[in-house]
């Protein structure tokens, strides 16, 4: 069958998506069907001294106006964090309270005050802005380093100096005797710079209350909508679990943004029991700036330290992280356990210590983005690679091959245990596919028409496939990372695959069946795959950190073993053989070497009459499973890029940019490649075009499409996505992960080509062409003062 | 945000303090400005229809002239509310001298805006700002010449 594992089956979803046919959230139209509209702090900082709704009150269509006093008094919770991390002291991070809607506080420009509710969205938007909020301006910080200095307002009461916590991780005292005793060390300060995440769907909610039924239904805009059930109701008492159905439908883009539950999810379902209406909220893109949780945006200092032979002894790394007004769902996962646990690299070193500081400040929060974490680590570690090769005078790649980790399993200093990888393979598979080779006599050919080309590495290494339940829970996860699926072959032989993940471009509708196209020697058309529901599937973790993959499909995998056993079990019985000699193919159960068979089909209906089954057989062919990876999986790869800098405008163009990915087993590579694509533009755009800017008062200036660079088609090099695969000992399909790995490798791989090109390592994203052109000047000017 | 000017008028120094704190030279003056109330000596409530970039908004501010030196130098602070477009505060100091039968004004700004407006608008406003305090001397030259 040629739709099984490996095959290039074009996406089952695309024929919907493409012809405008998908049903997304702001698709839902309900009997009665009232819109909300937020009122909006557009301060940073201050005081609720009071809200006039009077004129709002008053005005056409306007059906209520609540606010935060109202959603407390009903006791809804405050939005939690999901991880607990421990400072060195022992004390656990300082969390201060998020209502849905601000009571006496707001904190960041965008925070809701209010909800307006209206027959209309027009009439919803125009009474919000009749409500008069009257603040007491409070000072403001946008940045950690405003935020830890004396004196800084105090955002929240409880969290001094506005830390939120001071973690470690690593061996501190061999780490530091380690540089002590180093040959060469290297230093740099790099900053990570803050994105917003853009996905193509805004976030938008539909709520329903059904009074007679006392139940709750929410559509909504997520990419885990059992874990938004569950926090929903366990800690937010919107309603009780079995009281609340959440529907995820077709969903455009995540990218982390979607893993959260905002407070207008939590005050729409809240309102539409208070109004006894529907109720829709879509946010405009102006609100996704303000709302939506921003990725990144981490200072850090770093020093590693070599031997005589250009060995790696020692990396020290002390990391200053902005989480924001409010500390969002996994928030205070992103700069630790996803970010410093991999600050090892592809590399064997043997002492590693990073420490963290966390701090408020009036933005947004700040939480997953595409990667989370281990961006802000691989970005890190290849800068360092790369400026300390060029202080070495030695070749990067060859800096870098000289220290790879070859054995495995090899545990670092910082909690993982890498379980396989080829990275030298990776290496020599890029250089050869980028013609490394070739490069000076490309940059000398650039030369003579005026340009600087330069060509950077990036080996980069993560963690995906997140994650063994017991292992994040002793780190202070909230939740386990595991997940479910149901295999249900109908009595017709068609099958149905629930899972707990959700897909919002991935395109597990095809991936997914391919899986049991391989298994069963089906069609893919005759499976379908069923997600984002939970009044369908039992429950699931959702779809973030690369996991559907390696933990979604594991779990279906596991489910088709338990199928695959009783349709054996049944045709043996039927067919009067042997279960070892039965096999599965062509559509049809056989028995092996002989003519005796029965159509797949026949086994179904076989299962669901319950005629003719074995003894004790319960009827019916359904099965499900959960999996609990037992590690997680570890995405690695080496990006080279090229690049020609104008000199006399600073602009850089990227001419060459060539992956070699480790994905484990593939199994749909176009679908692979897509992802490898799409990463890869949302790393070039970090590092080129992309950043999130707050000014000094708290006031978001980047927030529309004149003053934030998405990558467009221009910006971005015809890529060279290559494969070079070691199986994942840790899940039965073999499987690391695709998803973040572009978004993760290549920021480093353009900003070490754009510094080689201009001869000066310091250079911070976004590498715009007034930064590059400065950083060229720089050079020019030291040069002439000499 | 910083801004400054200097701008030559046709009228004598006291005619110009005169003018900056007539409230219905001043309603004619500045751009967009529906109401314009003296609720005391030096104390003043406005509302004032405004489109930056993309943003049109109708102000409701109050201005407040502090520490008048006649008639040479005071200073104007004021402070504006744009519903959800925003706000927009800030104060300027204002300095008068006489030049033969002219009077030369220049002045230095600082404003802060917030809301819709820095969000959508923050490119714009300075030249926006900068084309506003043209066209408002430019209406006060006119109003100097028809008294």
């Avoid at chain 1, 909508?225 to 077709?250: M, W």
């Avoid at chain 1, 006599?441 to 290494?461: D, F, T, W």
């Amino acid at each position: 069958m040629s739709e099984g594992i490996g095959t290039r089956v074009l996406r089952k979803e695309d024929k919907r998506f493409l012809t405008g046919k998908g049903r997304y959230t702001d698709d839902i139209v309900e009997p009665n069907q009232a819109y909300a509209a937020f009122v909006r702090s557009p301060h940073a900082h201050a005081e609720i001294n009071g809200i006039d709704k009077s004129a709002a009150l008053a005005m056409e269509g306007v059906v209520d106006v609540l606010d935060g006093h109202q959603l407390t008094g009903d006791e809804i919770g405050n939005i939690i964090c999901g991880w607990g991390i421990t400072s060195k002291d022992g004390t656990p991070m300082n969390m201060g309270a998020w209502s849905a809607l601000a009571t006496a506080k707001v904190r960041y420009v965008g925070d809701a005050v209010c909800v307006v509710i209206a027959d209309t969205k027009a009439q919803a938007q125009a009474a919000a802005e009749a409500v008069d909020v009257d603040y007491n301006v409070l000072p403001a910080v946008s940045n950690v380093l405003a935020s830890m200095a004396d004196g800084a307002p105090q955002i929240h009461e409880n969290a001094p100096g506005n830390q939120i916590f001071d973690w470690e991780i690593g061996l501190k005292d061999e780490t530091d005797a380690a540089l002590a005793g180093a040959a060469h060390t290297t230093t740099m300060d790099i900053t990570n710079n803050r994105l917003s995440p853009n996905p193509m769907e805004p976030r938008s909610a539909v709520a329903t209350y059904n009074e007679a039924e006392d139940h709750y239904t929410l559509y909504t805009t997520s990419q885990n909508p059992h874990v938004a059930r569950l926090v929903l109701s366990a800690f937010y008492n919107v309603a009780p679990e079995h009281k609340l159905r959440v529907i995820a439908p077709d969903v455009g883009g995540g990218f982390g943004a979607k893993i959260y539950i905002y407070p207008e999810e939590i005050t729409c379902l809240w309102a539409s029991m208070k109004t006894e209406r529907s109720i829709k909220w879509t946010s405009t893109r102006s609100e996704a700036f303000l709302t939506d949780a921003h990725g990144r945006d981490h200072v850090s200092t770093a020093t590693m330290g070599f031997d005589a032979n250009n060995k790696i002894v020692g990396f020290k790394v002390n990391t200053k992280a902005n989480l924001g007004g409010y500390m969002s769902l996994f928030s205070s996962s992103v700069p630790t356990y996803l970010y410093a646990t991999l600050l090892s690299g592809q590399y064997n070193i043997p002492a590693v210590y990073a420490d963290v500081q966390t701090y408020y400040t009036n933005t947004v929060p700040v939480d997953a983005y595409r990667g989370a974490g281990r961006p802000e680590a691989s970005y890190l570690v290849e800068r360092m690679m790369e400026t300390a090769a060029r202080e070495l005078g030695v070749d990067p790649g060859e800096l870098r091959r000289a220290n790879f980790v070859q054995e495995f399993p090899h545990q670092t200093p910082v909690i993982m245990a890498y379980d396989s990888g080829d990275f030298a393979g990776n290496l020599d598979q890029a250089k050869a596919a980028a013609d490394v080779a070739g490069f000076e006599g490309r940059k000398a050919e650039a030369a003579r028409r005026g340009k600087l080309r330069g060509l950077g590495y990036s080996n980069y290494i993560e963690a995906c496939g997140i994650a063994p339940s017991a292992a994040v829970g002793s780190l202070g996860a909230g939740v386990g990372l595991w997940e479910s699926a149901e295999v249900r072959v109908n009595p017709v032989g068609t099958i149905e695959i629930l899972t707990g993940s959700h897909s919002h471009g991935q395109g597990h509708e095809t991936t997914f069946a391919q899986l049991v196209s391989d298994r069963f020697d089906l069609p893919t058309d005759n499976i379908q795959i069923v997600h984002g529901d939970t009044d369908k599937v039992q429950f699931g973790m959702g779809t973030y950190g690369s996991r559907s993959g390696a933990v979604g499909m594991s779990a279906i995998s596991k489910a088709l073993d338990k199928v695959e056993a009783k349709v054996k079990k049944i045709a043996a019985h039927v067919l009067e053989a042997s279960e070892d000699d039965i096999v599965i193919e062509g559509g049809e159960v056989k028995v092996k070497g002989t003519d005796k068979a029965m159509g797949w089909h026949e086994v179904g209906l076989s299962a669901y009459t319950a005629h003719n089954l074995p003894e004790g057989m319960e009827p019916g062919l359904k099965e499900g499973a959960f999996y609990d990876p037992t590690n997680f999986t570890f995405p690695a790869g080496c990006y080279i890029c090229e690049v020609e800098v104008d000199p006399k405008t600073g602009v850089t163009e990227i001419v060459q940019f060539t992956a070699s990915d480790d994905f484990g087993t593939i199994i749909n590579p176009m679908i692979v490649e897509g992802q490898v694509h799409g990463g890869i533009a949302q790393g070039i755009g970090q590092a080129l075009l992309e950043h999130a800017v707050y000014d000094d008062d708290g006031q978001l200036l980047s927030g529309s499409y004149m003053d934030y660079t998405m990558p467009r088609a221009d910006d971005l090099p015809f890529y060279n996505v290559n494969h070079h695969s070691t199986e994942c000992p840790g899940n039965p399909l073999g499987m690391k992960g695709c998803g973040e790995a572009g978004a993760i490798g290549s920021p480093p791989a353009v900003i070490n080509a754009i510094t080689s090109a201009i001869g000066n390592n310091n250079l911070s994203m976004p590498a715009t062409p007034a930064k590059v052109w400065a950083a060229i000047n720089e050079v020019s000017a030291a040069q002439a003062a000499e | 945000m910083d801004m400054s000017g200097e701008y030559r008028i046709e009228a004598s120094i006291d005619q110009v303090w005169a003018a900056i704190q007539n409230p219905d030279i001043l309603k004619a003056a500045i751009p967009g400005c529906e109401e314009l109330d003296k609720t005391s000596d030096t104390e003043m409530s406005a509302k004032v229809s405004l489109k930056i970039g993309p943003v049109k908004a109708k102000f409701a501010g109050e201005v407040e002239l502090q520490d008048m030196i006649e008639p040479t130098s005071l200073k104007i602070q004021g402070e504006g509310k744009g519903g959800i477009a925003g706000f927009a505060k800030g104060g300027a100091d204002v300095q008068l001298a006489a030049d033969g039968d002219e009077t030369i004004l220049t002045y230095t700004a600082k404003a802060q805006v917030g809301g819709k407006i820095a969000q959508l608008g923050s490119r714009l406003i300075q030249s926006t700002a900068a084309k506003l305090a043209d066209k408002f001397f430019a209406n006060l030259k006119d109003q100097l010449a028809n008294t």
